[in-house]
């Protein structure tokens, strides 16, 4: 079981199993969350709240709400609109601790400009 959790702990979700990759991706939004997505169905995440219900943020094609902490402000996970026509959720693993999440491969994706997945620069 995989545990994320905001900062102080009011917003919590567990996951069975660990993505297959997550995904980095660089448009203006998560770039400034520094979010790291993991995918999954929405009946594949147990989603606790303590005391406060998180608030939801839209932006540009308001396709996605991303769920932020009302108390320490954490973006926690997104969840696909109606209008979107997309069935997975993303947990951002920038909320899980790093023992488990060091061994799930992250992938990049160029949402600022191409839309499209970008191979990892070479080393050397």
């Given at each position: ?6 900062h ?115 080393e050397?």
């Amino acid at each position: 079981m995989i545990q994320a959790s905001c900062h102080c702990g009011n917003v919590s979700l567990s996951i069975q199993q660990p993505p297959r990759h997550l995904v980095s991706c660089n448009c203006s939004i998560c770039l400034r969350i520094a979010a790291q997505w993991g995918y999954f169905l929405p009946e594949d995440i147990q989603l606790t709240i303590k005391q406060a219900n998180t608030v939801a943020y839209q932006w540009g094609d308001k396709n996605i709400d991303f769920h932020h902490c009302p108390q320490c402000g954490c973006t926690t996970h997104y969840i696909p609109t109606k209008q979107s026509g997309r069935e997975k959720m993303a947990v951002n693993f920038s909320m899980v601790d790093k023992a488990d999440r060091e061994e799930i491969n992250i992938k990049y994706f160029d949402g600022a400009d191409t839309w499209q997945f970008i191979e990892p620069a070479c080393e050397g």
